[in-house]
């Protein structure tokens, strides 16, 4: 079973900054905090992960909580490609086996 | 760079028989995983192979089977189909195993 969860929906304006929220109160030492997206009708895409620091790429910028129990996905400046199905996933360390939820279905409105 | 390629990209099947699905990983990959993808149940991990070994595995019925080759290269392998075995199934590769994971397109299996 997923150990996350996600708002079902969120909607966020062009340009503005997209902050995705992900609850994973039962993460373990040893477990990552996973990112990525599906759009419609394609293979989902990876986006972030992090194991308690705080991580920035060219995507997006992960913010972990001091406990771990909780993190956020920021999309600085969001733009219509963007628009997509965001998964927050628990994964562990030394297995690739990513365990989906039903994940945010984030919509960017022009 | 040669992303991951599956194939077929679309595969009609009828009940009872069985298919085969075909997986590239991008060069230097590893690590393969398979996944379903259905409208009720989401994406769910099929299993993982990693040199060649199933490292990990999730819960289908013995009908799924897979194996890497020498390659890295990855078949799954459905028996017996049925109708609710119609999905989506996707590929993803990774460097090593707990790090990021690239997928494919994936394979659109309708079973009639």
């Known amino acids: 079973d997923a150990k996350t969860t996600q708002p079902p929906s969120m909607d966020c304006a062009e340009g503005r900054a997209a902050n995705l929220p992900c609850n994973h109160s039962t993460i373990s030492g040893n477990e990552y905090v996973y990112w990525c997206r599906q759009i419609h009708s394609q293979g989902p895409q990876y986006i972030i992960h992090?194991?308690?620091n705080n991580e920035t790429n060219e995507m997006a910028s992960l913010i972990i909580t001091e406990d771990r129990k909780s993190s956020t996905l920021i999309l600085p400046h969001a733009t219509l490609r963007d628009t997509a199905v965001y998964y927050c996933?628990?994964?562990?360390?030394?297995?690739?086996?990513?365990?989906f939820g039903q994940g945010t279905r984030l919509t960017i409105n022009p | 760079k040669a992303g991951v390629t599956q194939t077929p990209r679309y595969l009609i099947k009828t009940r009872g028989q069985q298919v085969t699905l075909s997986c590239s990983p991008i060069s230097g990959h590893r690590s393969v995983s398979w996944y379903q993808q259905t409208p009720g149940q989401g994406l769910q991990f099929l299993f993982e192979y990693f040199s060649e070994t199933q490292r990990n595995k999730g819960n289908f019925p013995g009908r799924f089977s897979g194996r890497q080759f020498s390659n890295s290269r990855s078949e799954m392998n459905v028996s017996t189909l049925e109708l609710g075995d119609s999905a989506l199934y996707l590929c993803?590769?990774?460097?090593?195993?707990?790090?990021?994971?690239?997928f494919g397109q994936g394979t659109r299996l309708t079973v009639v």
């Open positions: 992090g194991l308690k």
């Open positions: 993803a590769s990774s460097p090593l195993w707990d790090t990021e994971a690239f």
């Open positions: 996933i628990v994964l562990i360390q030394g297995a690739q086996k990513l365990v």
